[in-house]
Every structure is written in C-alpha cells, then in structure tokens.
Nanobody, 128 residues
Framework: QVQLVESGGGLVQAGGSLRLSCAAS????????MGWFRQAPGKEREFVGA????????YYVDSVKGRFTISRDNAKNTVYLQMNSLKPEDAAVYYC?????????????????????WGQGTQVTVSS
C-alpha cells in the first residue's frame, strides 16, 4: 500500500519554474514505478512523464521534453517534477501515481490504468 501526497503547486508567470514534490508513505517506495499526470479543466487526465524504480529510465511526453525533469530520492520516499519555461498550456492539476507493475515502454508508462495509487493533486496555474 502506498499513499501519495503532492505539493509545490502554485501560481507562476509564463517562463517561470516550479518544482513539484510527491511524498510517498510506506517502505516499498523504491519498488514503485512513478508517473506524473496532469488534468486541465474540461480535459482528460494526460501523461506527463515517468521514472523507473532506480531512476535510470525516464519517459516524457513530447510537449514537456527539454522543459520538465523527473527525479526521485528513494531515501526520502519522494519523486520530483521540475518544471521550467512554463507555458499557459501547462496549467493543470498535477498528479503523481505509483505502480508496482513492471513498465518497459512509453506506451505502458503513459497508461493511467497501469497505476494503482494516486495522489490528490496539486494545482499549477500559469499566467501569461
């Protein structure tokens, strides 16, 4: 069982940066493949990126490549989403998610149904 709590959201001007954190409870965080998703009003929840158990494999959706960076600290049971050069279209509620399942591809990493545990989300607002 894993409980996830996101933090770090807020209001930022276009071009600015934010770092989101997702703190996980439990002693099995290092066994979890972690993903980040976002959901804007009136839109479906979409995949942003993901990170493997040891941090050695990363996946990003094309729209955030080069701007967003995912990392994790297994000693702190935390995964991070560093967001730079933010655009108004990045505004959304951001969710972290965890799965104990094996993930070997971008397609699988981006599938919402693959994840067993979700945080409550943190709001990111980007002003133009």
């Amino acid at each position: 069982q894993v409980q996830l709590v996101e933090s770090g959201g807020g209001l930022v001007q276009a071009g600015g940066s934010l770092r989101l954190s997702c703190a996980a409870s439990g002693r099995t965080f290092s066994s979890c493949f972690m993903g980040w998703f976002r959901q804007a009003p009136g839109k479906e929840r979409e995949f942003v990126g993901a990170i493997s158990r040891n941090g050695g494999t990363l996946y990003y959706v094309d729209s955030v490549k080069g701007r967003f960076t995912i990392s994790r600290d297994n000693a702190k049971n935390t995964v991070y989403l560093q967001m730079n050069s933010l655009k108004p279209e990045d505004a959304a509620v951001y969710y972290c998610a965890a799965t104990y399942s094996m993930v070997y591809s971008m397609v699988v990493a981006g599938a919402r149904e693959k994840y067993d545990y979700w945080g409550q989300g943190t709001q990111v607002t980007v002003s133009s």
